[in-house]
């Protein structure tokens, strides 16, 4: 496809997929409003109608709980029936802080909205209309970044803590094996419940049954103590510091400081929570044996020994010290050399790596985004055209899907990407790329 095809189709795809006021990320398989998605959507909003961004933001942030967090669904339909687990299953008015309405899940997901804000910022800040936008949603996404803080960082070490795959954004990536195998799974107190997933997408291509029963099992959990309660952190056999959470944060609070400084708002707290988490992201989070970044697990309290994307998105957040970046970017050329496409989001090397199932394997149109930028940010302009060119490549080959095969030898046979087609956030990246960078 030719780079004019590529953009009509990734702005007819964000039309398809717009539902008046947010973008669901795939009809039928995603068919709400999602957190981190919802972020990245707006990049290619911003490309084409950006007063959709607003609205996207405003739709997002009128789901946002008194505690700060931002579900990560926003259940604008109760009508819908395609997805579980929906709103029913959540019953989020367990915390008396979340609202009324738009009924919410009651965990988040990766923290992207403060740097997205900027993005927009940079691009818009001559219309007075952004500038006021962005006043009056800087102290909702800042209070965001203060419900990591106070809920999930108990110990004040500048960490904070995810207790569910879904809030990871890599819901079956091999790191949390070992945490959801701590589970006992007993069928006879555990919710019946029917995937609504597998109906809709290749069964191969997403999560198992038994990983799905352990995504229930956390759930229940997080609705025992009200999904803010510090019975979680007591009692959940998953507790880990997660690479990726943890990177958008710092991103997102460097973004959110940088805002604030031009706007002339209060960045106060924002500096100190900053301070904490570079040093403690740096120092707790890295393996020299590995020469990557690990997700640590409170629980066994040890690092999670895998290369995995998260510990590439340093690189964006810029947490990274030259060295640690330099030996990310090393390890991306080796990738790269070997013939595969970057970035594959789990290790290729181990036994666990699964080229085709959602997050052991697949390359992912948004974490490409991200690296790309990191990578520019360190000088690392060659590998940065790489990780682009690699996502122009197989999506204008195998179309607008969710995530790609991650070995070139078998993606040449293939005619499509994995899991849903005519996906919001790769049709918003490839747009940003194109049109802002390309
Ligand atoms: C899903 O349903 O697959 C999502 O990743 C969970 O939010």
Redesign the pocket.
Known sequence: MQKRELVNEAIDTLKLNWRDGFTVPKNK??PFQ?NWDSGFTCLGHACFEPQWAMRELTSLFSGQWANGMIP??IFHSETEST???NHDFWQAEVNPGAPPKPKT?GIS?PPVHGFILEVLFNKFSDDPNWVAFVKAIFPKVLHSHRYFYTYRDPKSEGLAFLYHP?ES?R?NSPIWDESIARIEIDKATLPPYTRK?TQLANQEE??TSDQYDR?VYLLELGKKHQYDGPGIFEESPMLVQDTLINAILIQSNQSLIRIGERLGLDTGELKEWQAQSTSAYREKLWNEDLATFTCYDLRSQAQIEHKEIGGLTALSAEVASADQAKKLNDYLQNLHDRGYYLCPSFDVDSPLFDSKR?WRGPIWPQMNWLIYRGLKAYGFQDTAEIVKNDLLELVSRLGFYEYFEAQKSVAAHLENGYGGGQFSWTSACVLDLLMVDG
């Open positions: 398989l995603y999602w990560h669904i997805y579980f687990p899940s997901q879904w954004g819901d997933d997403r999560p995504y959602y």
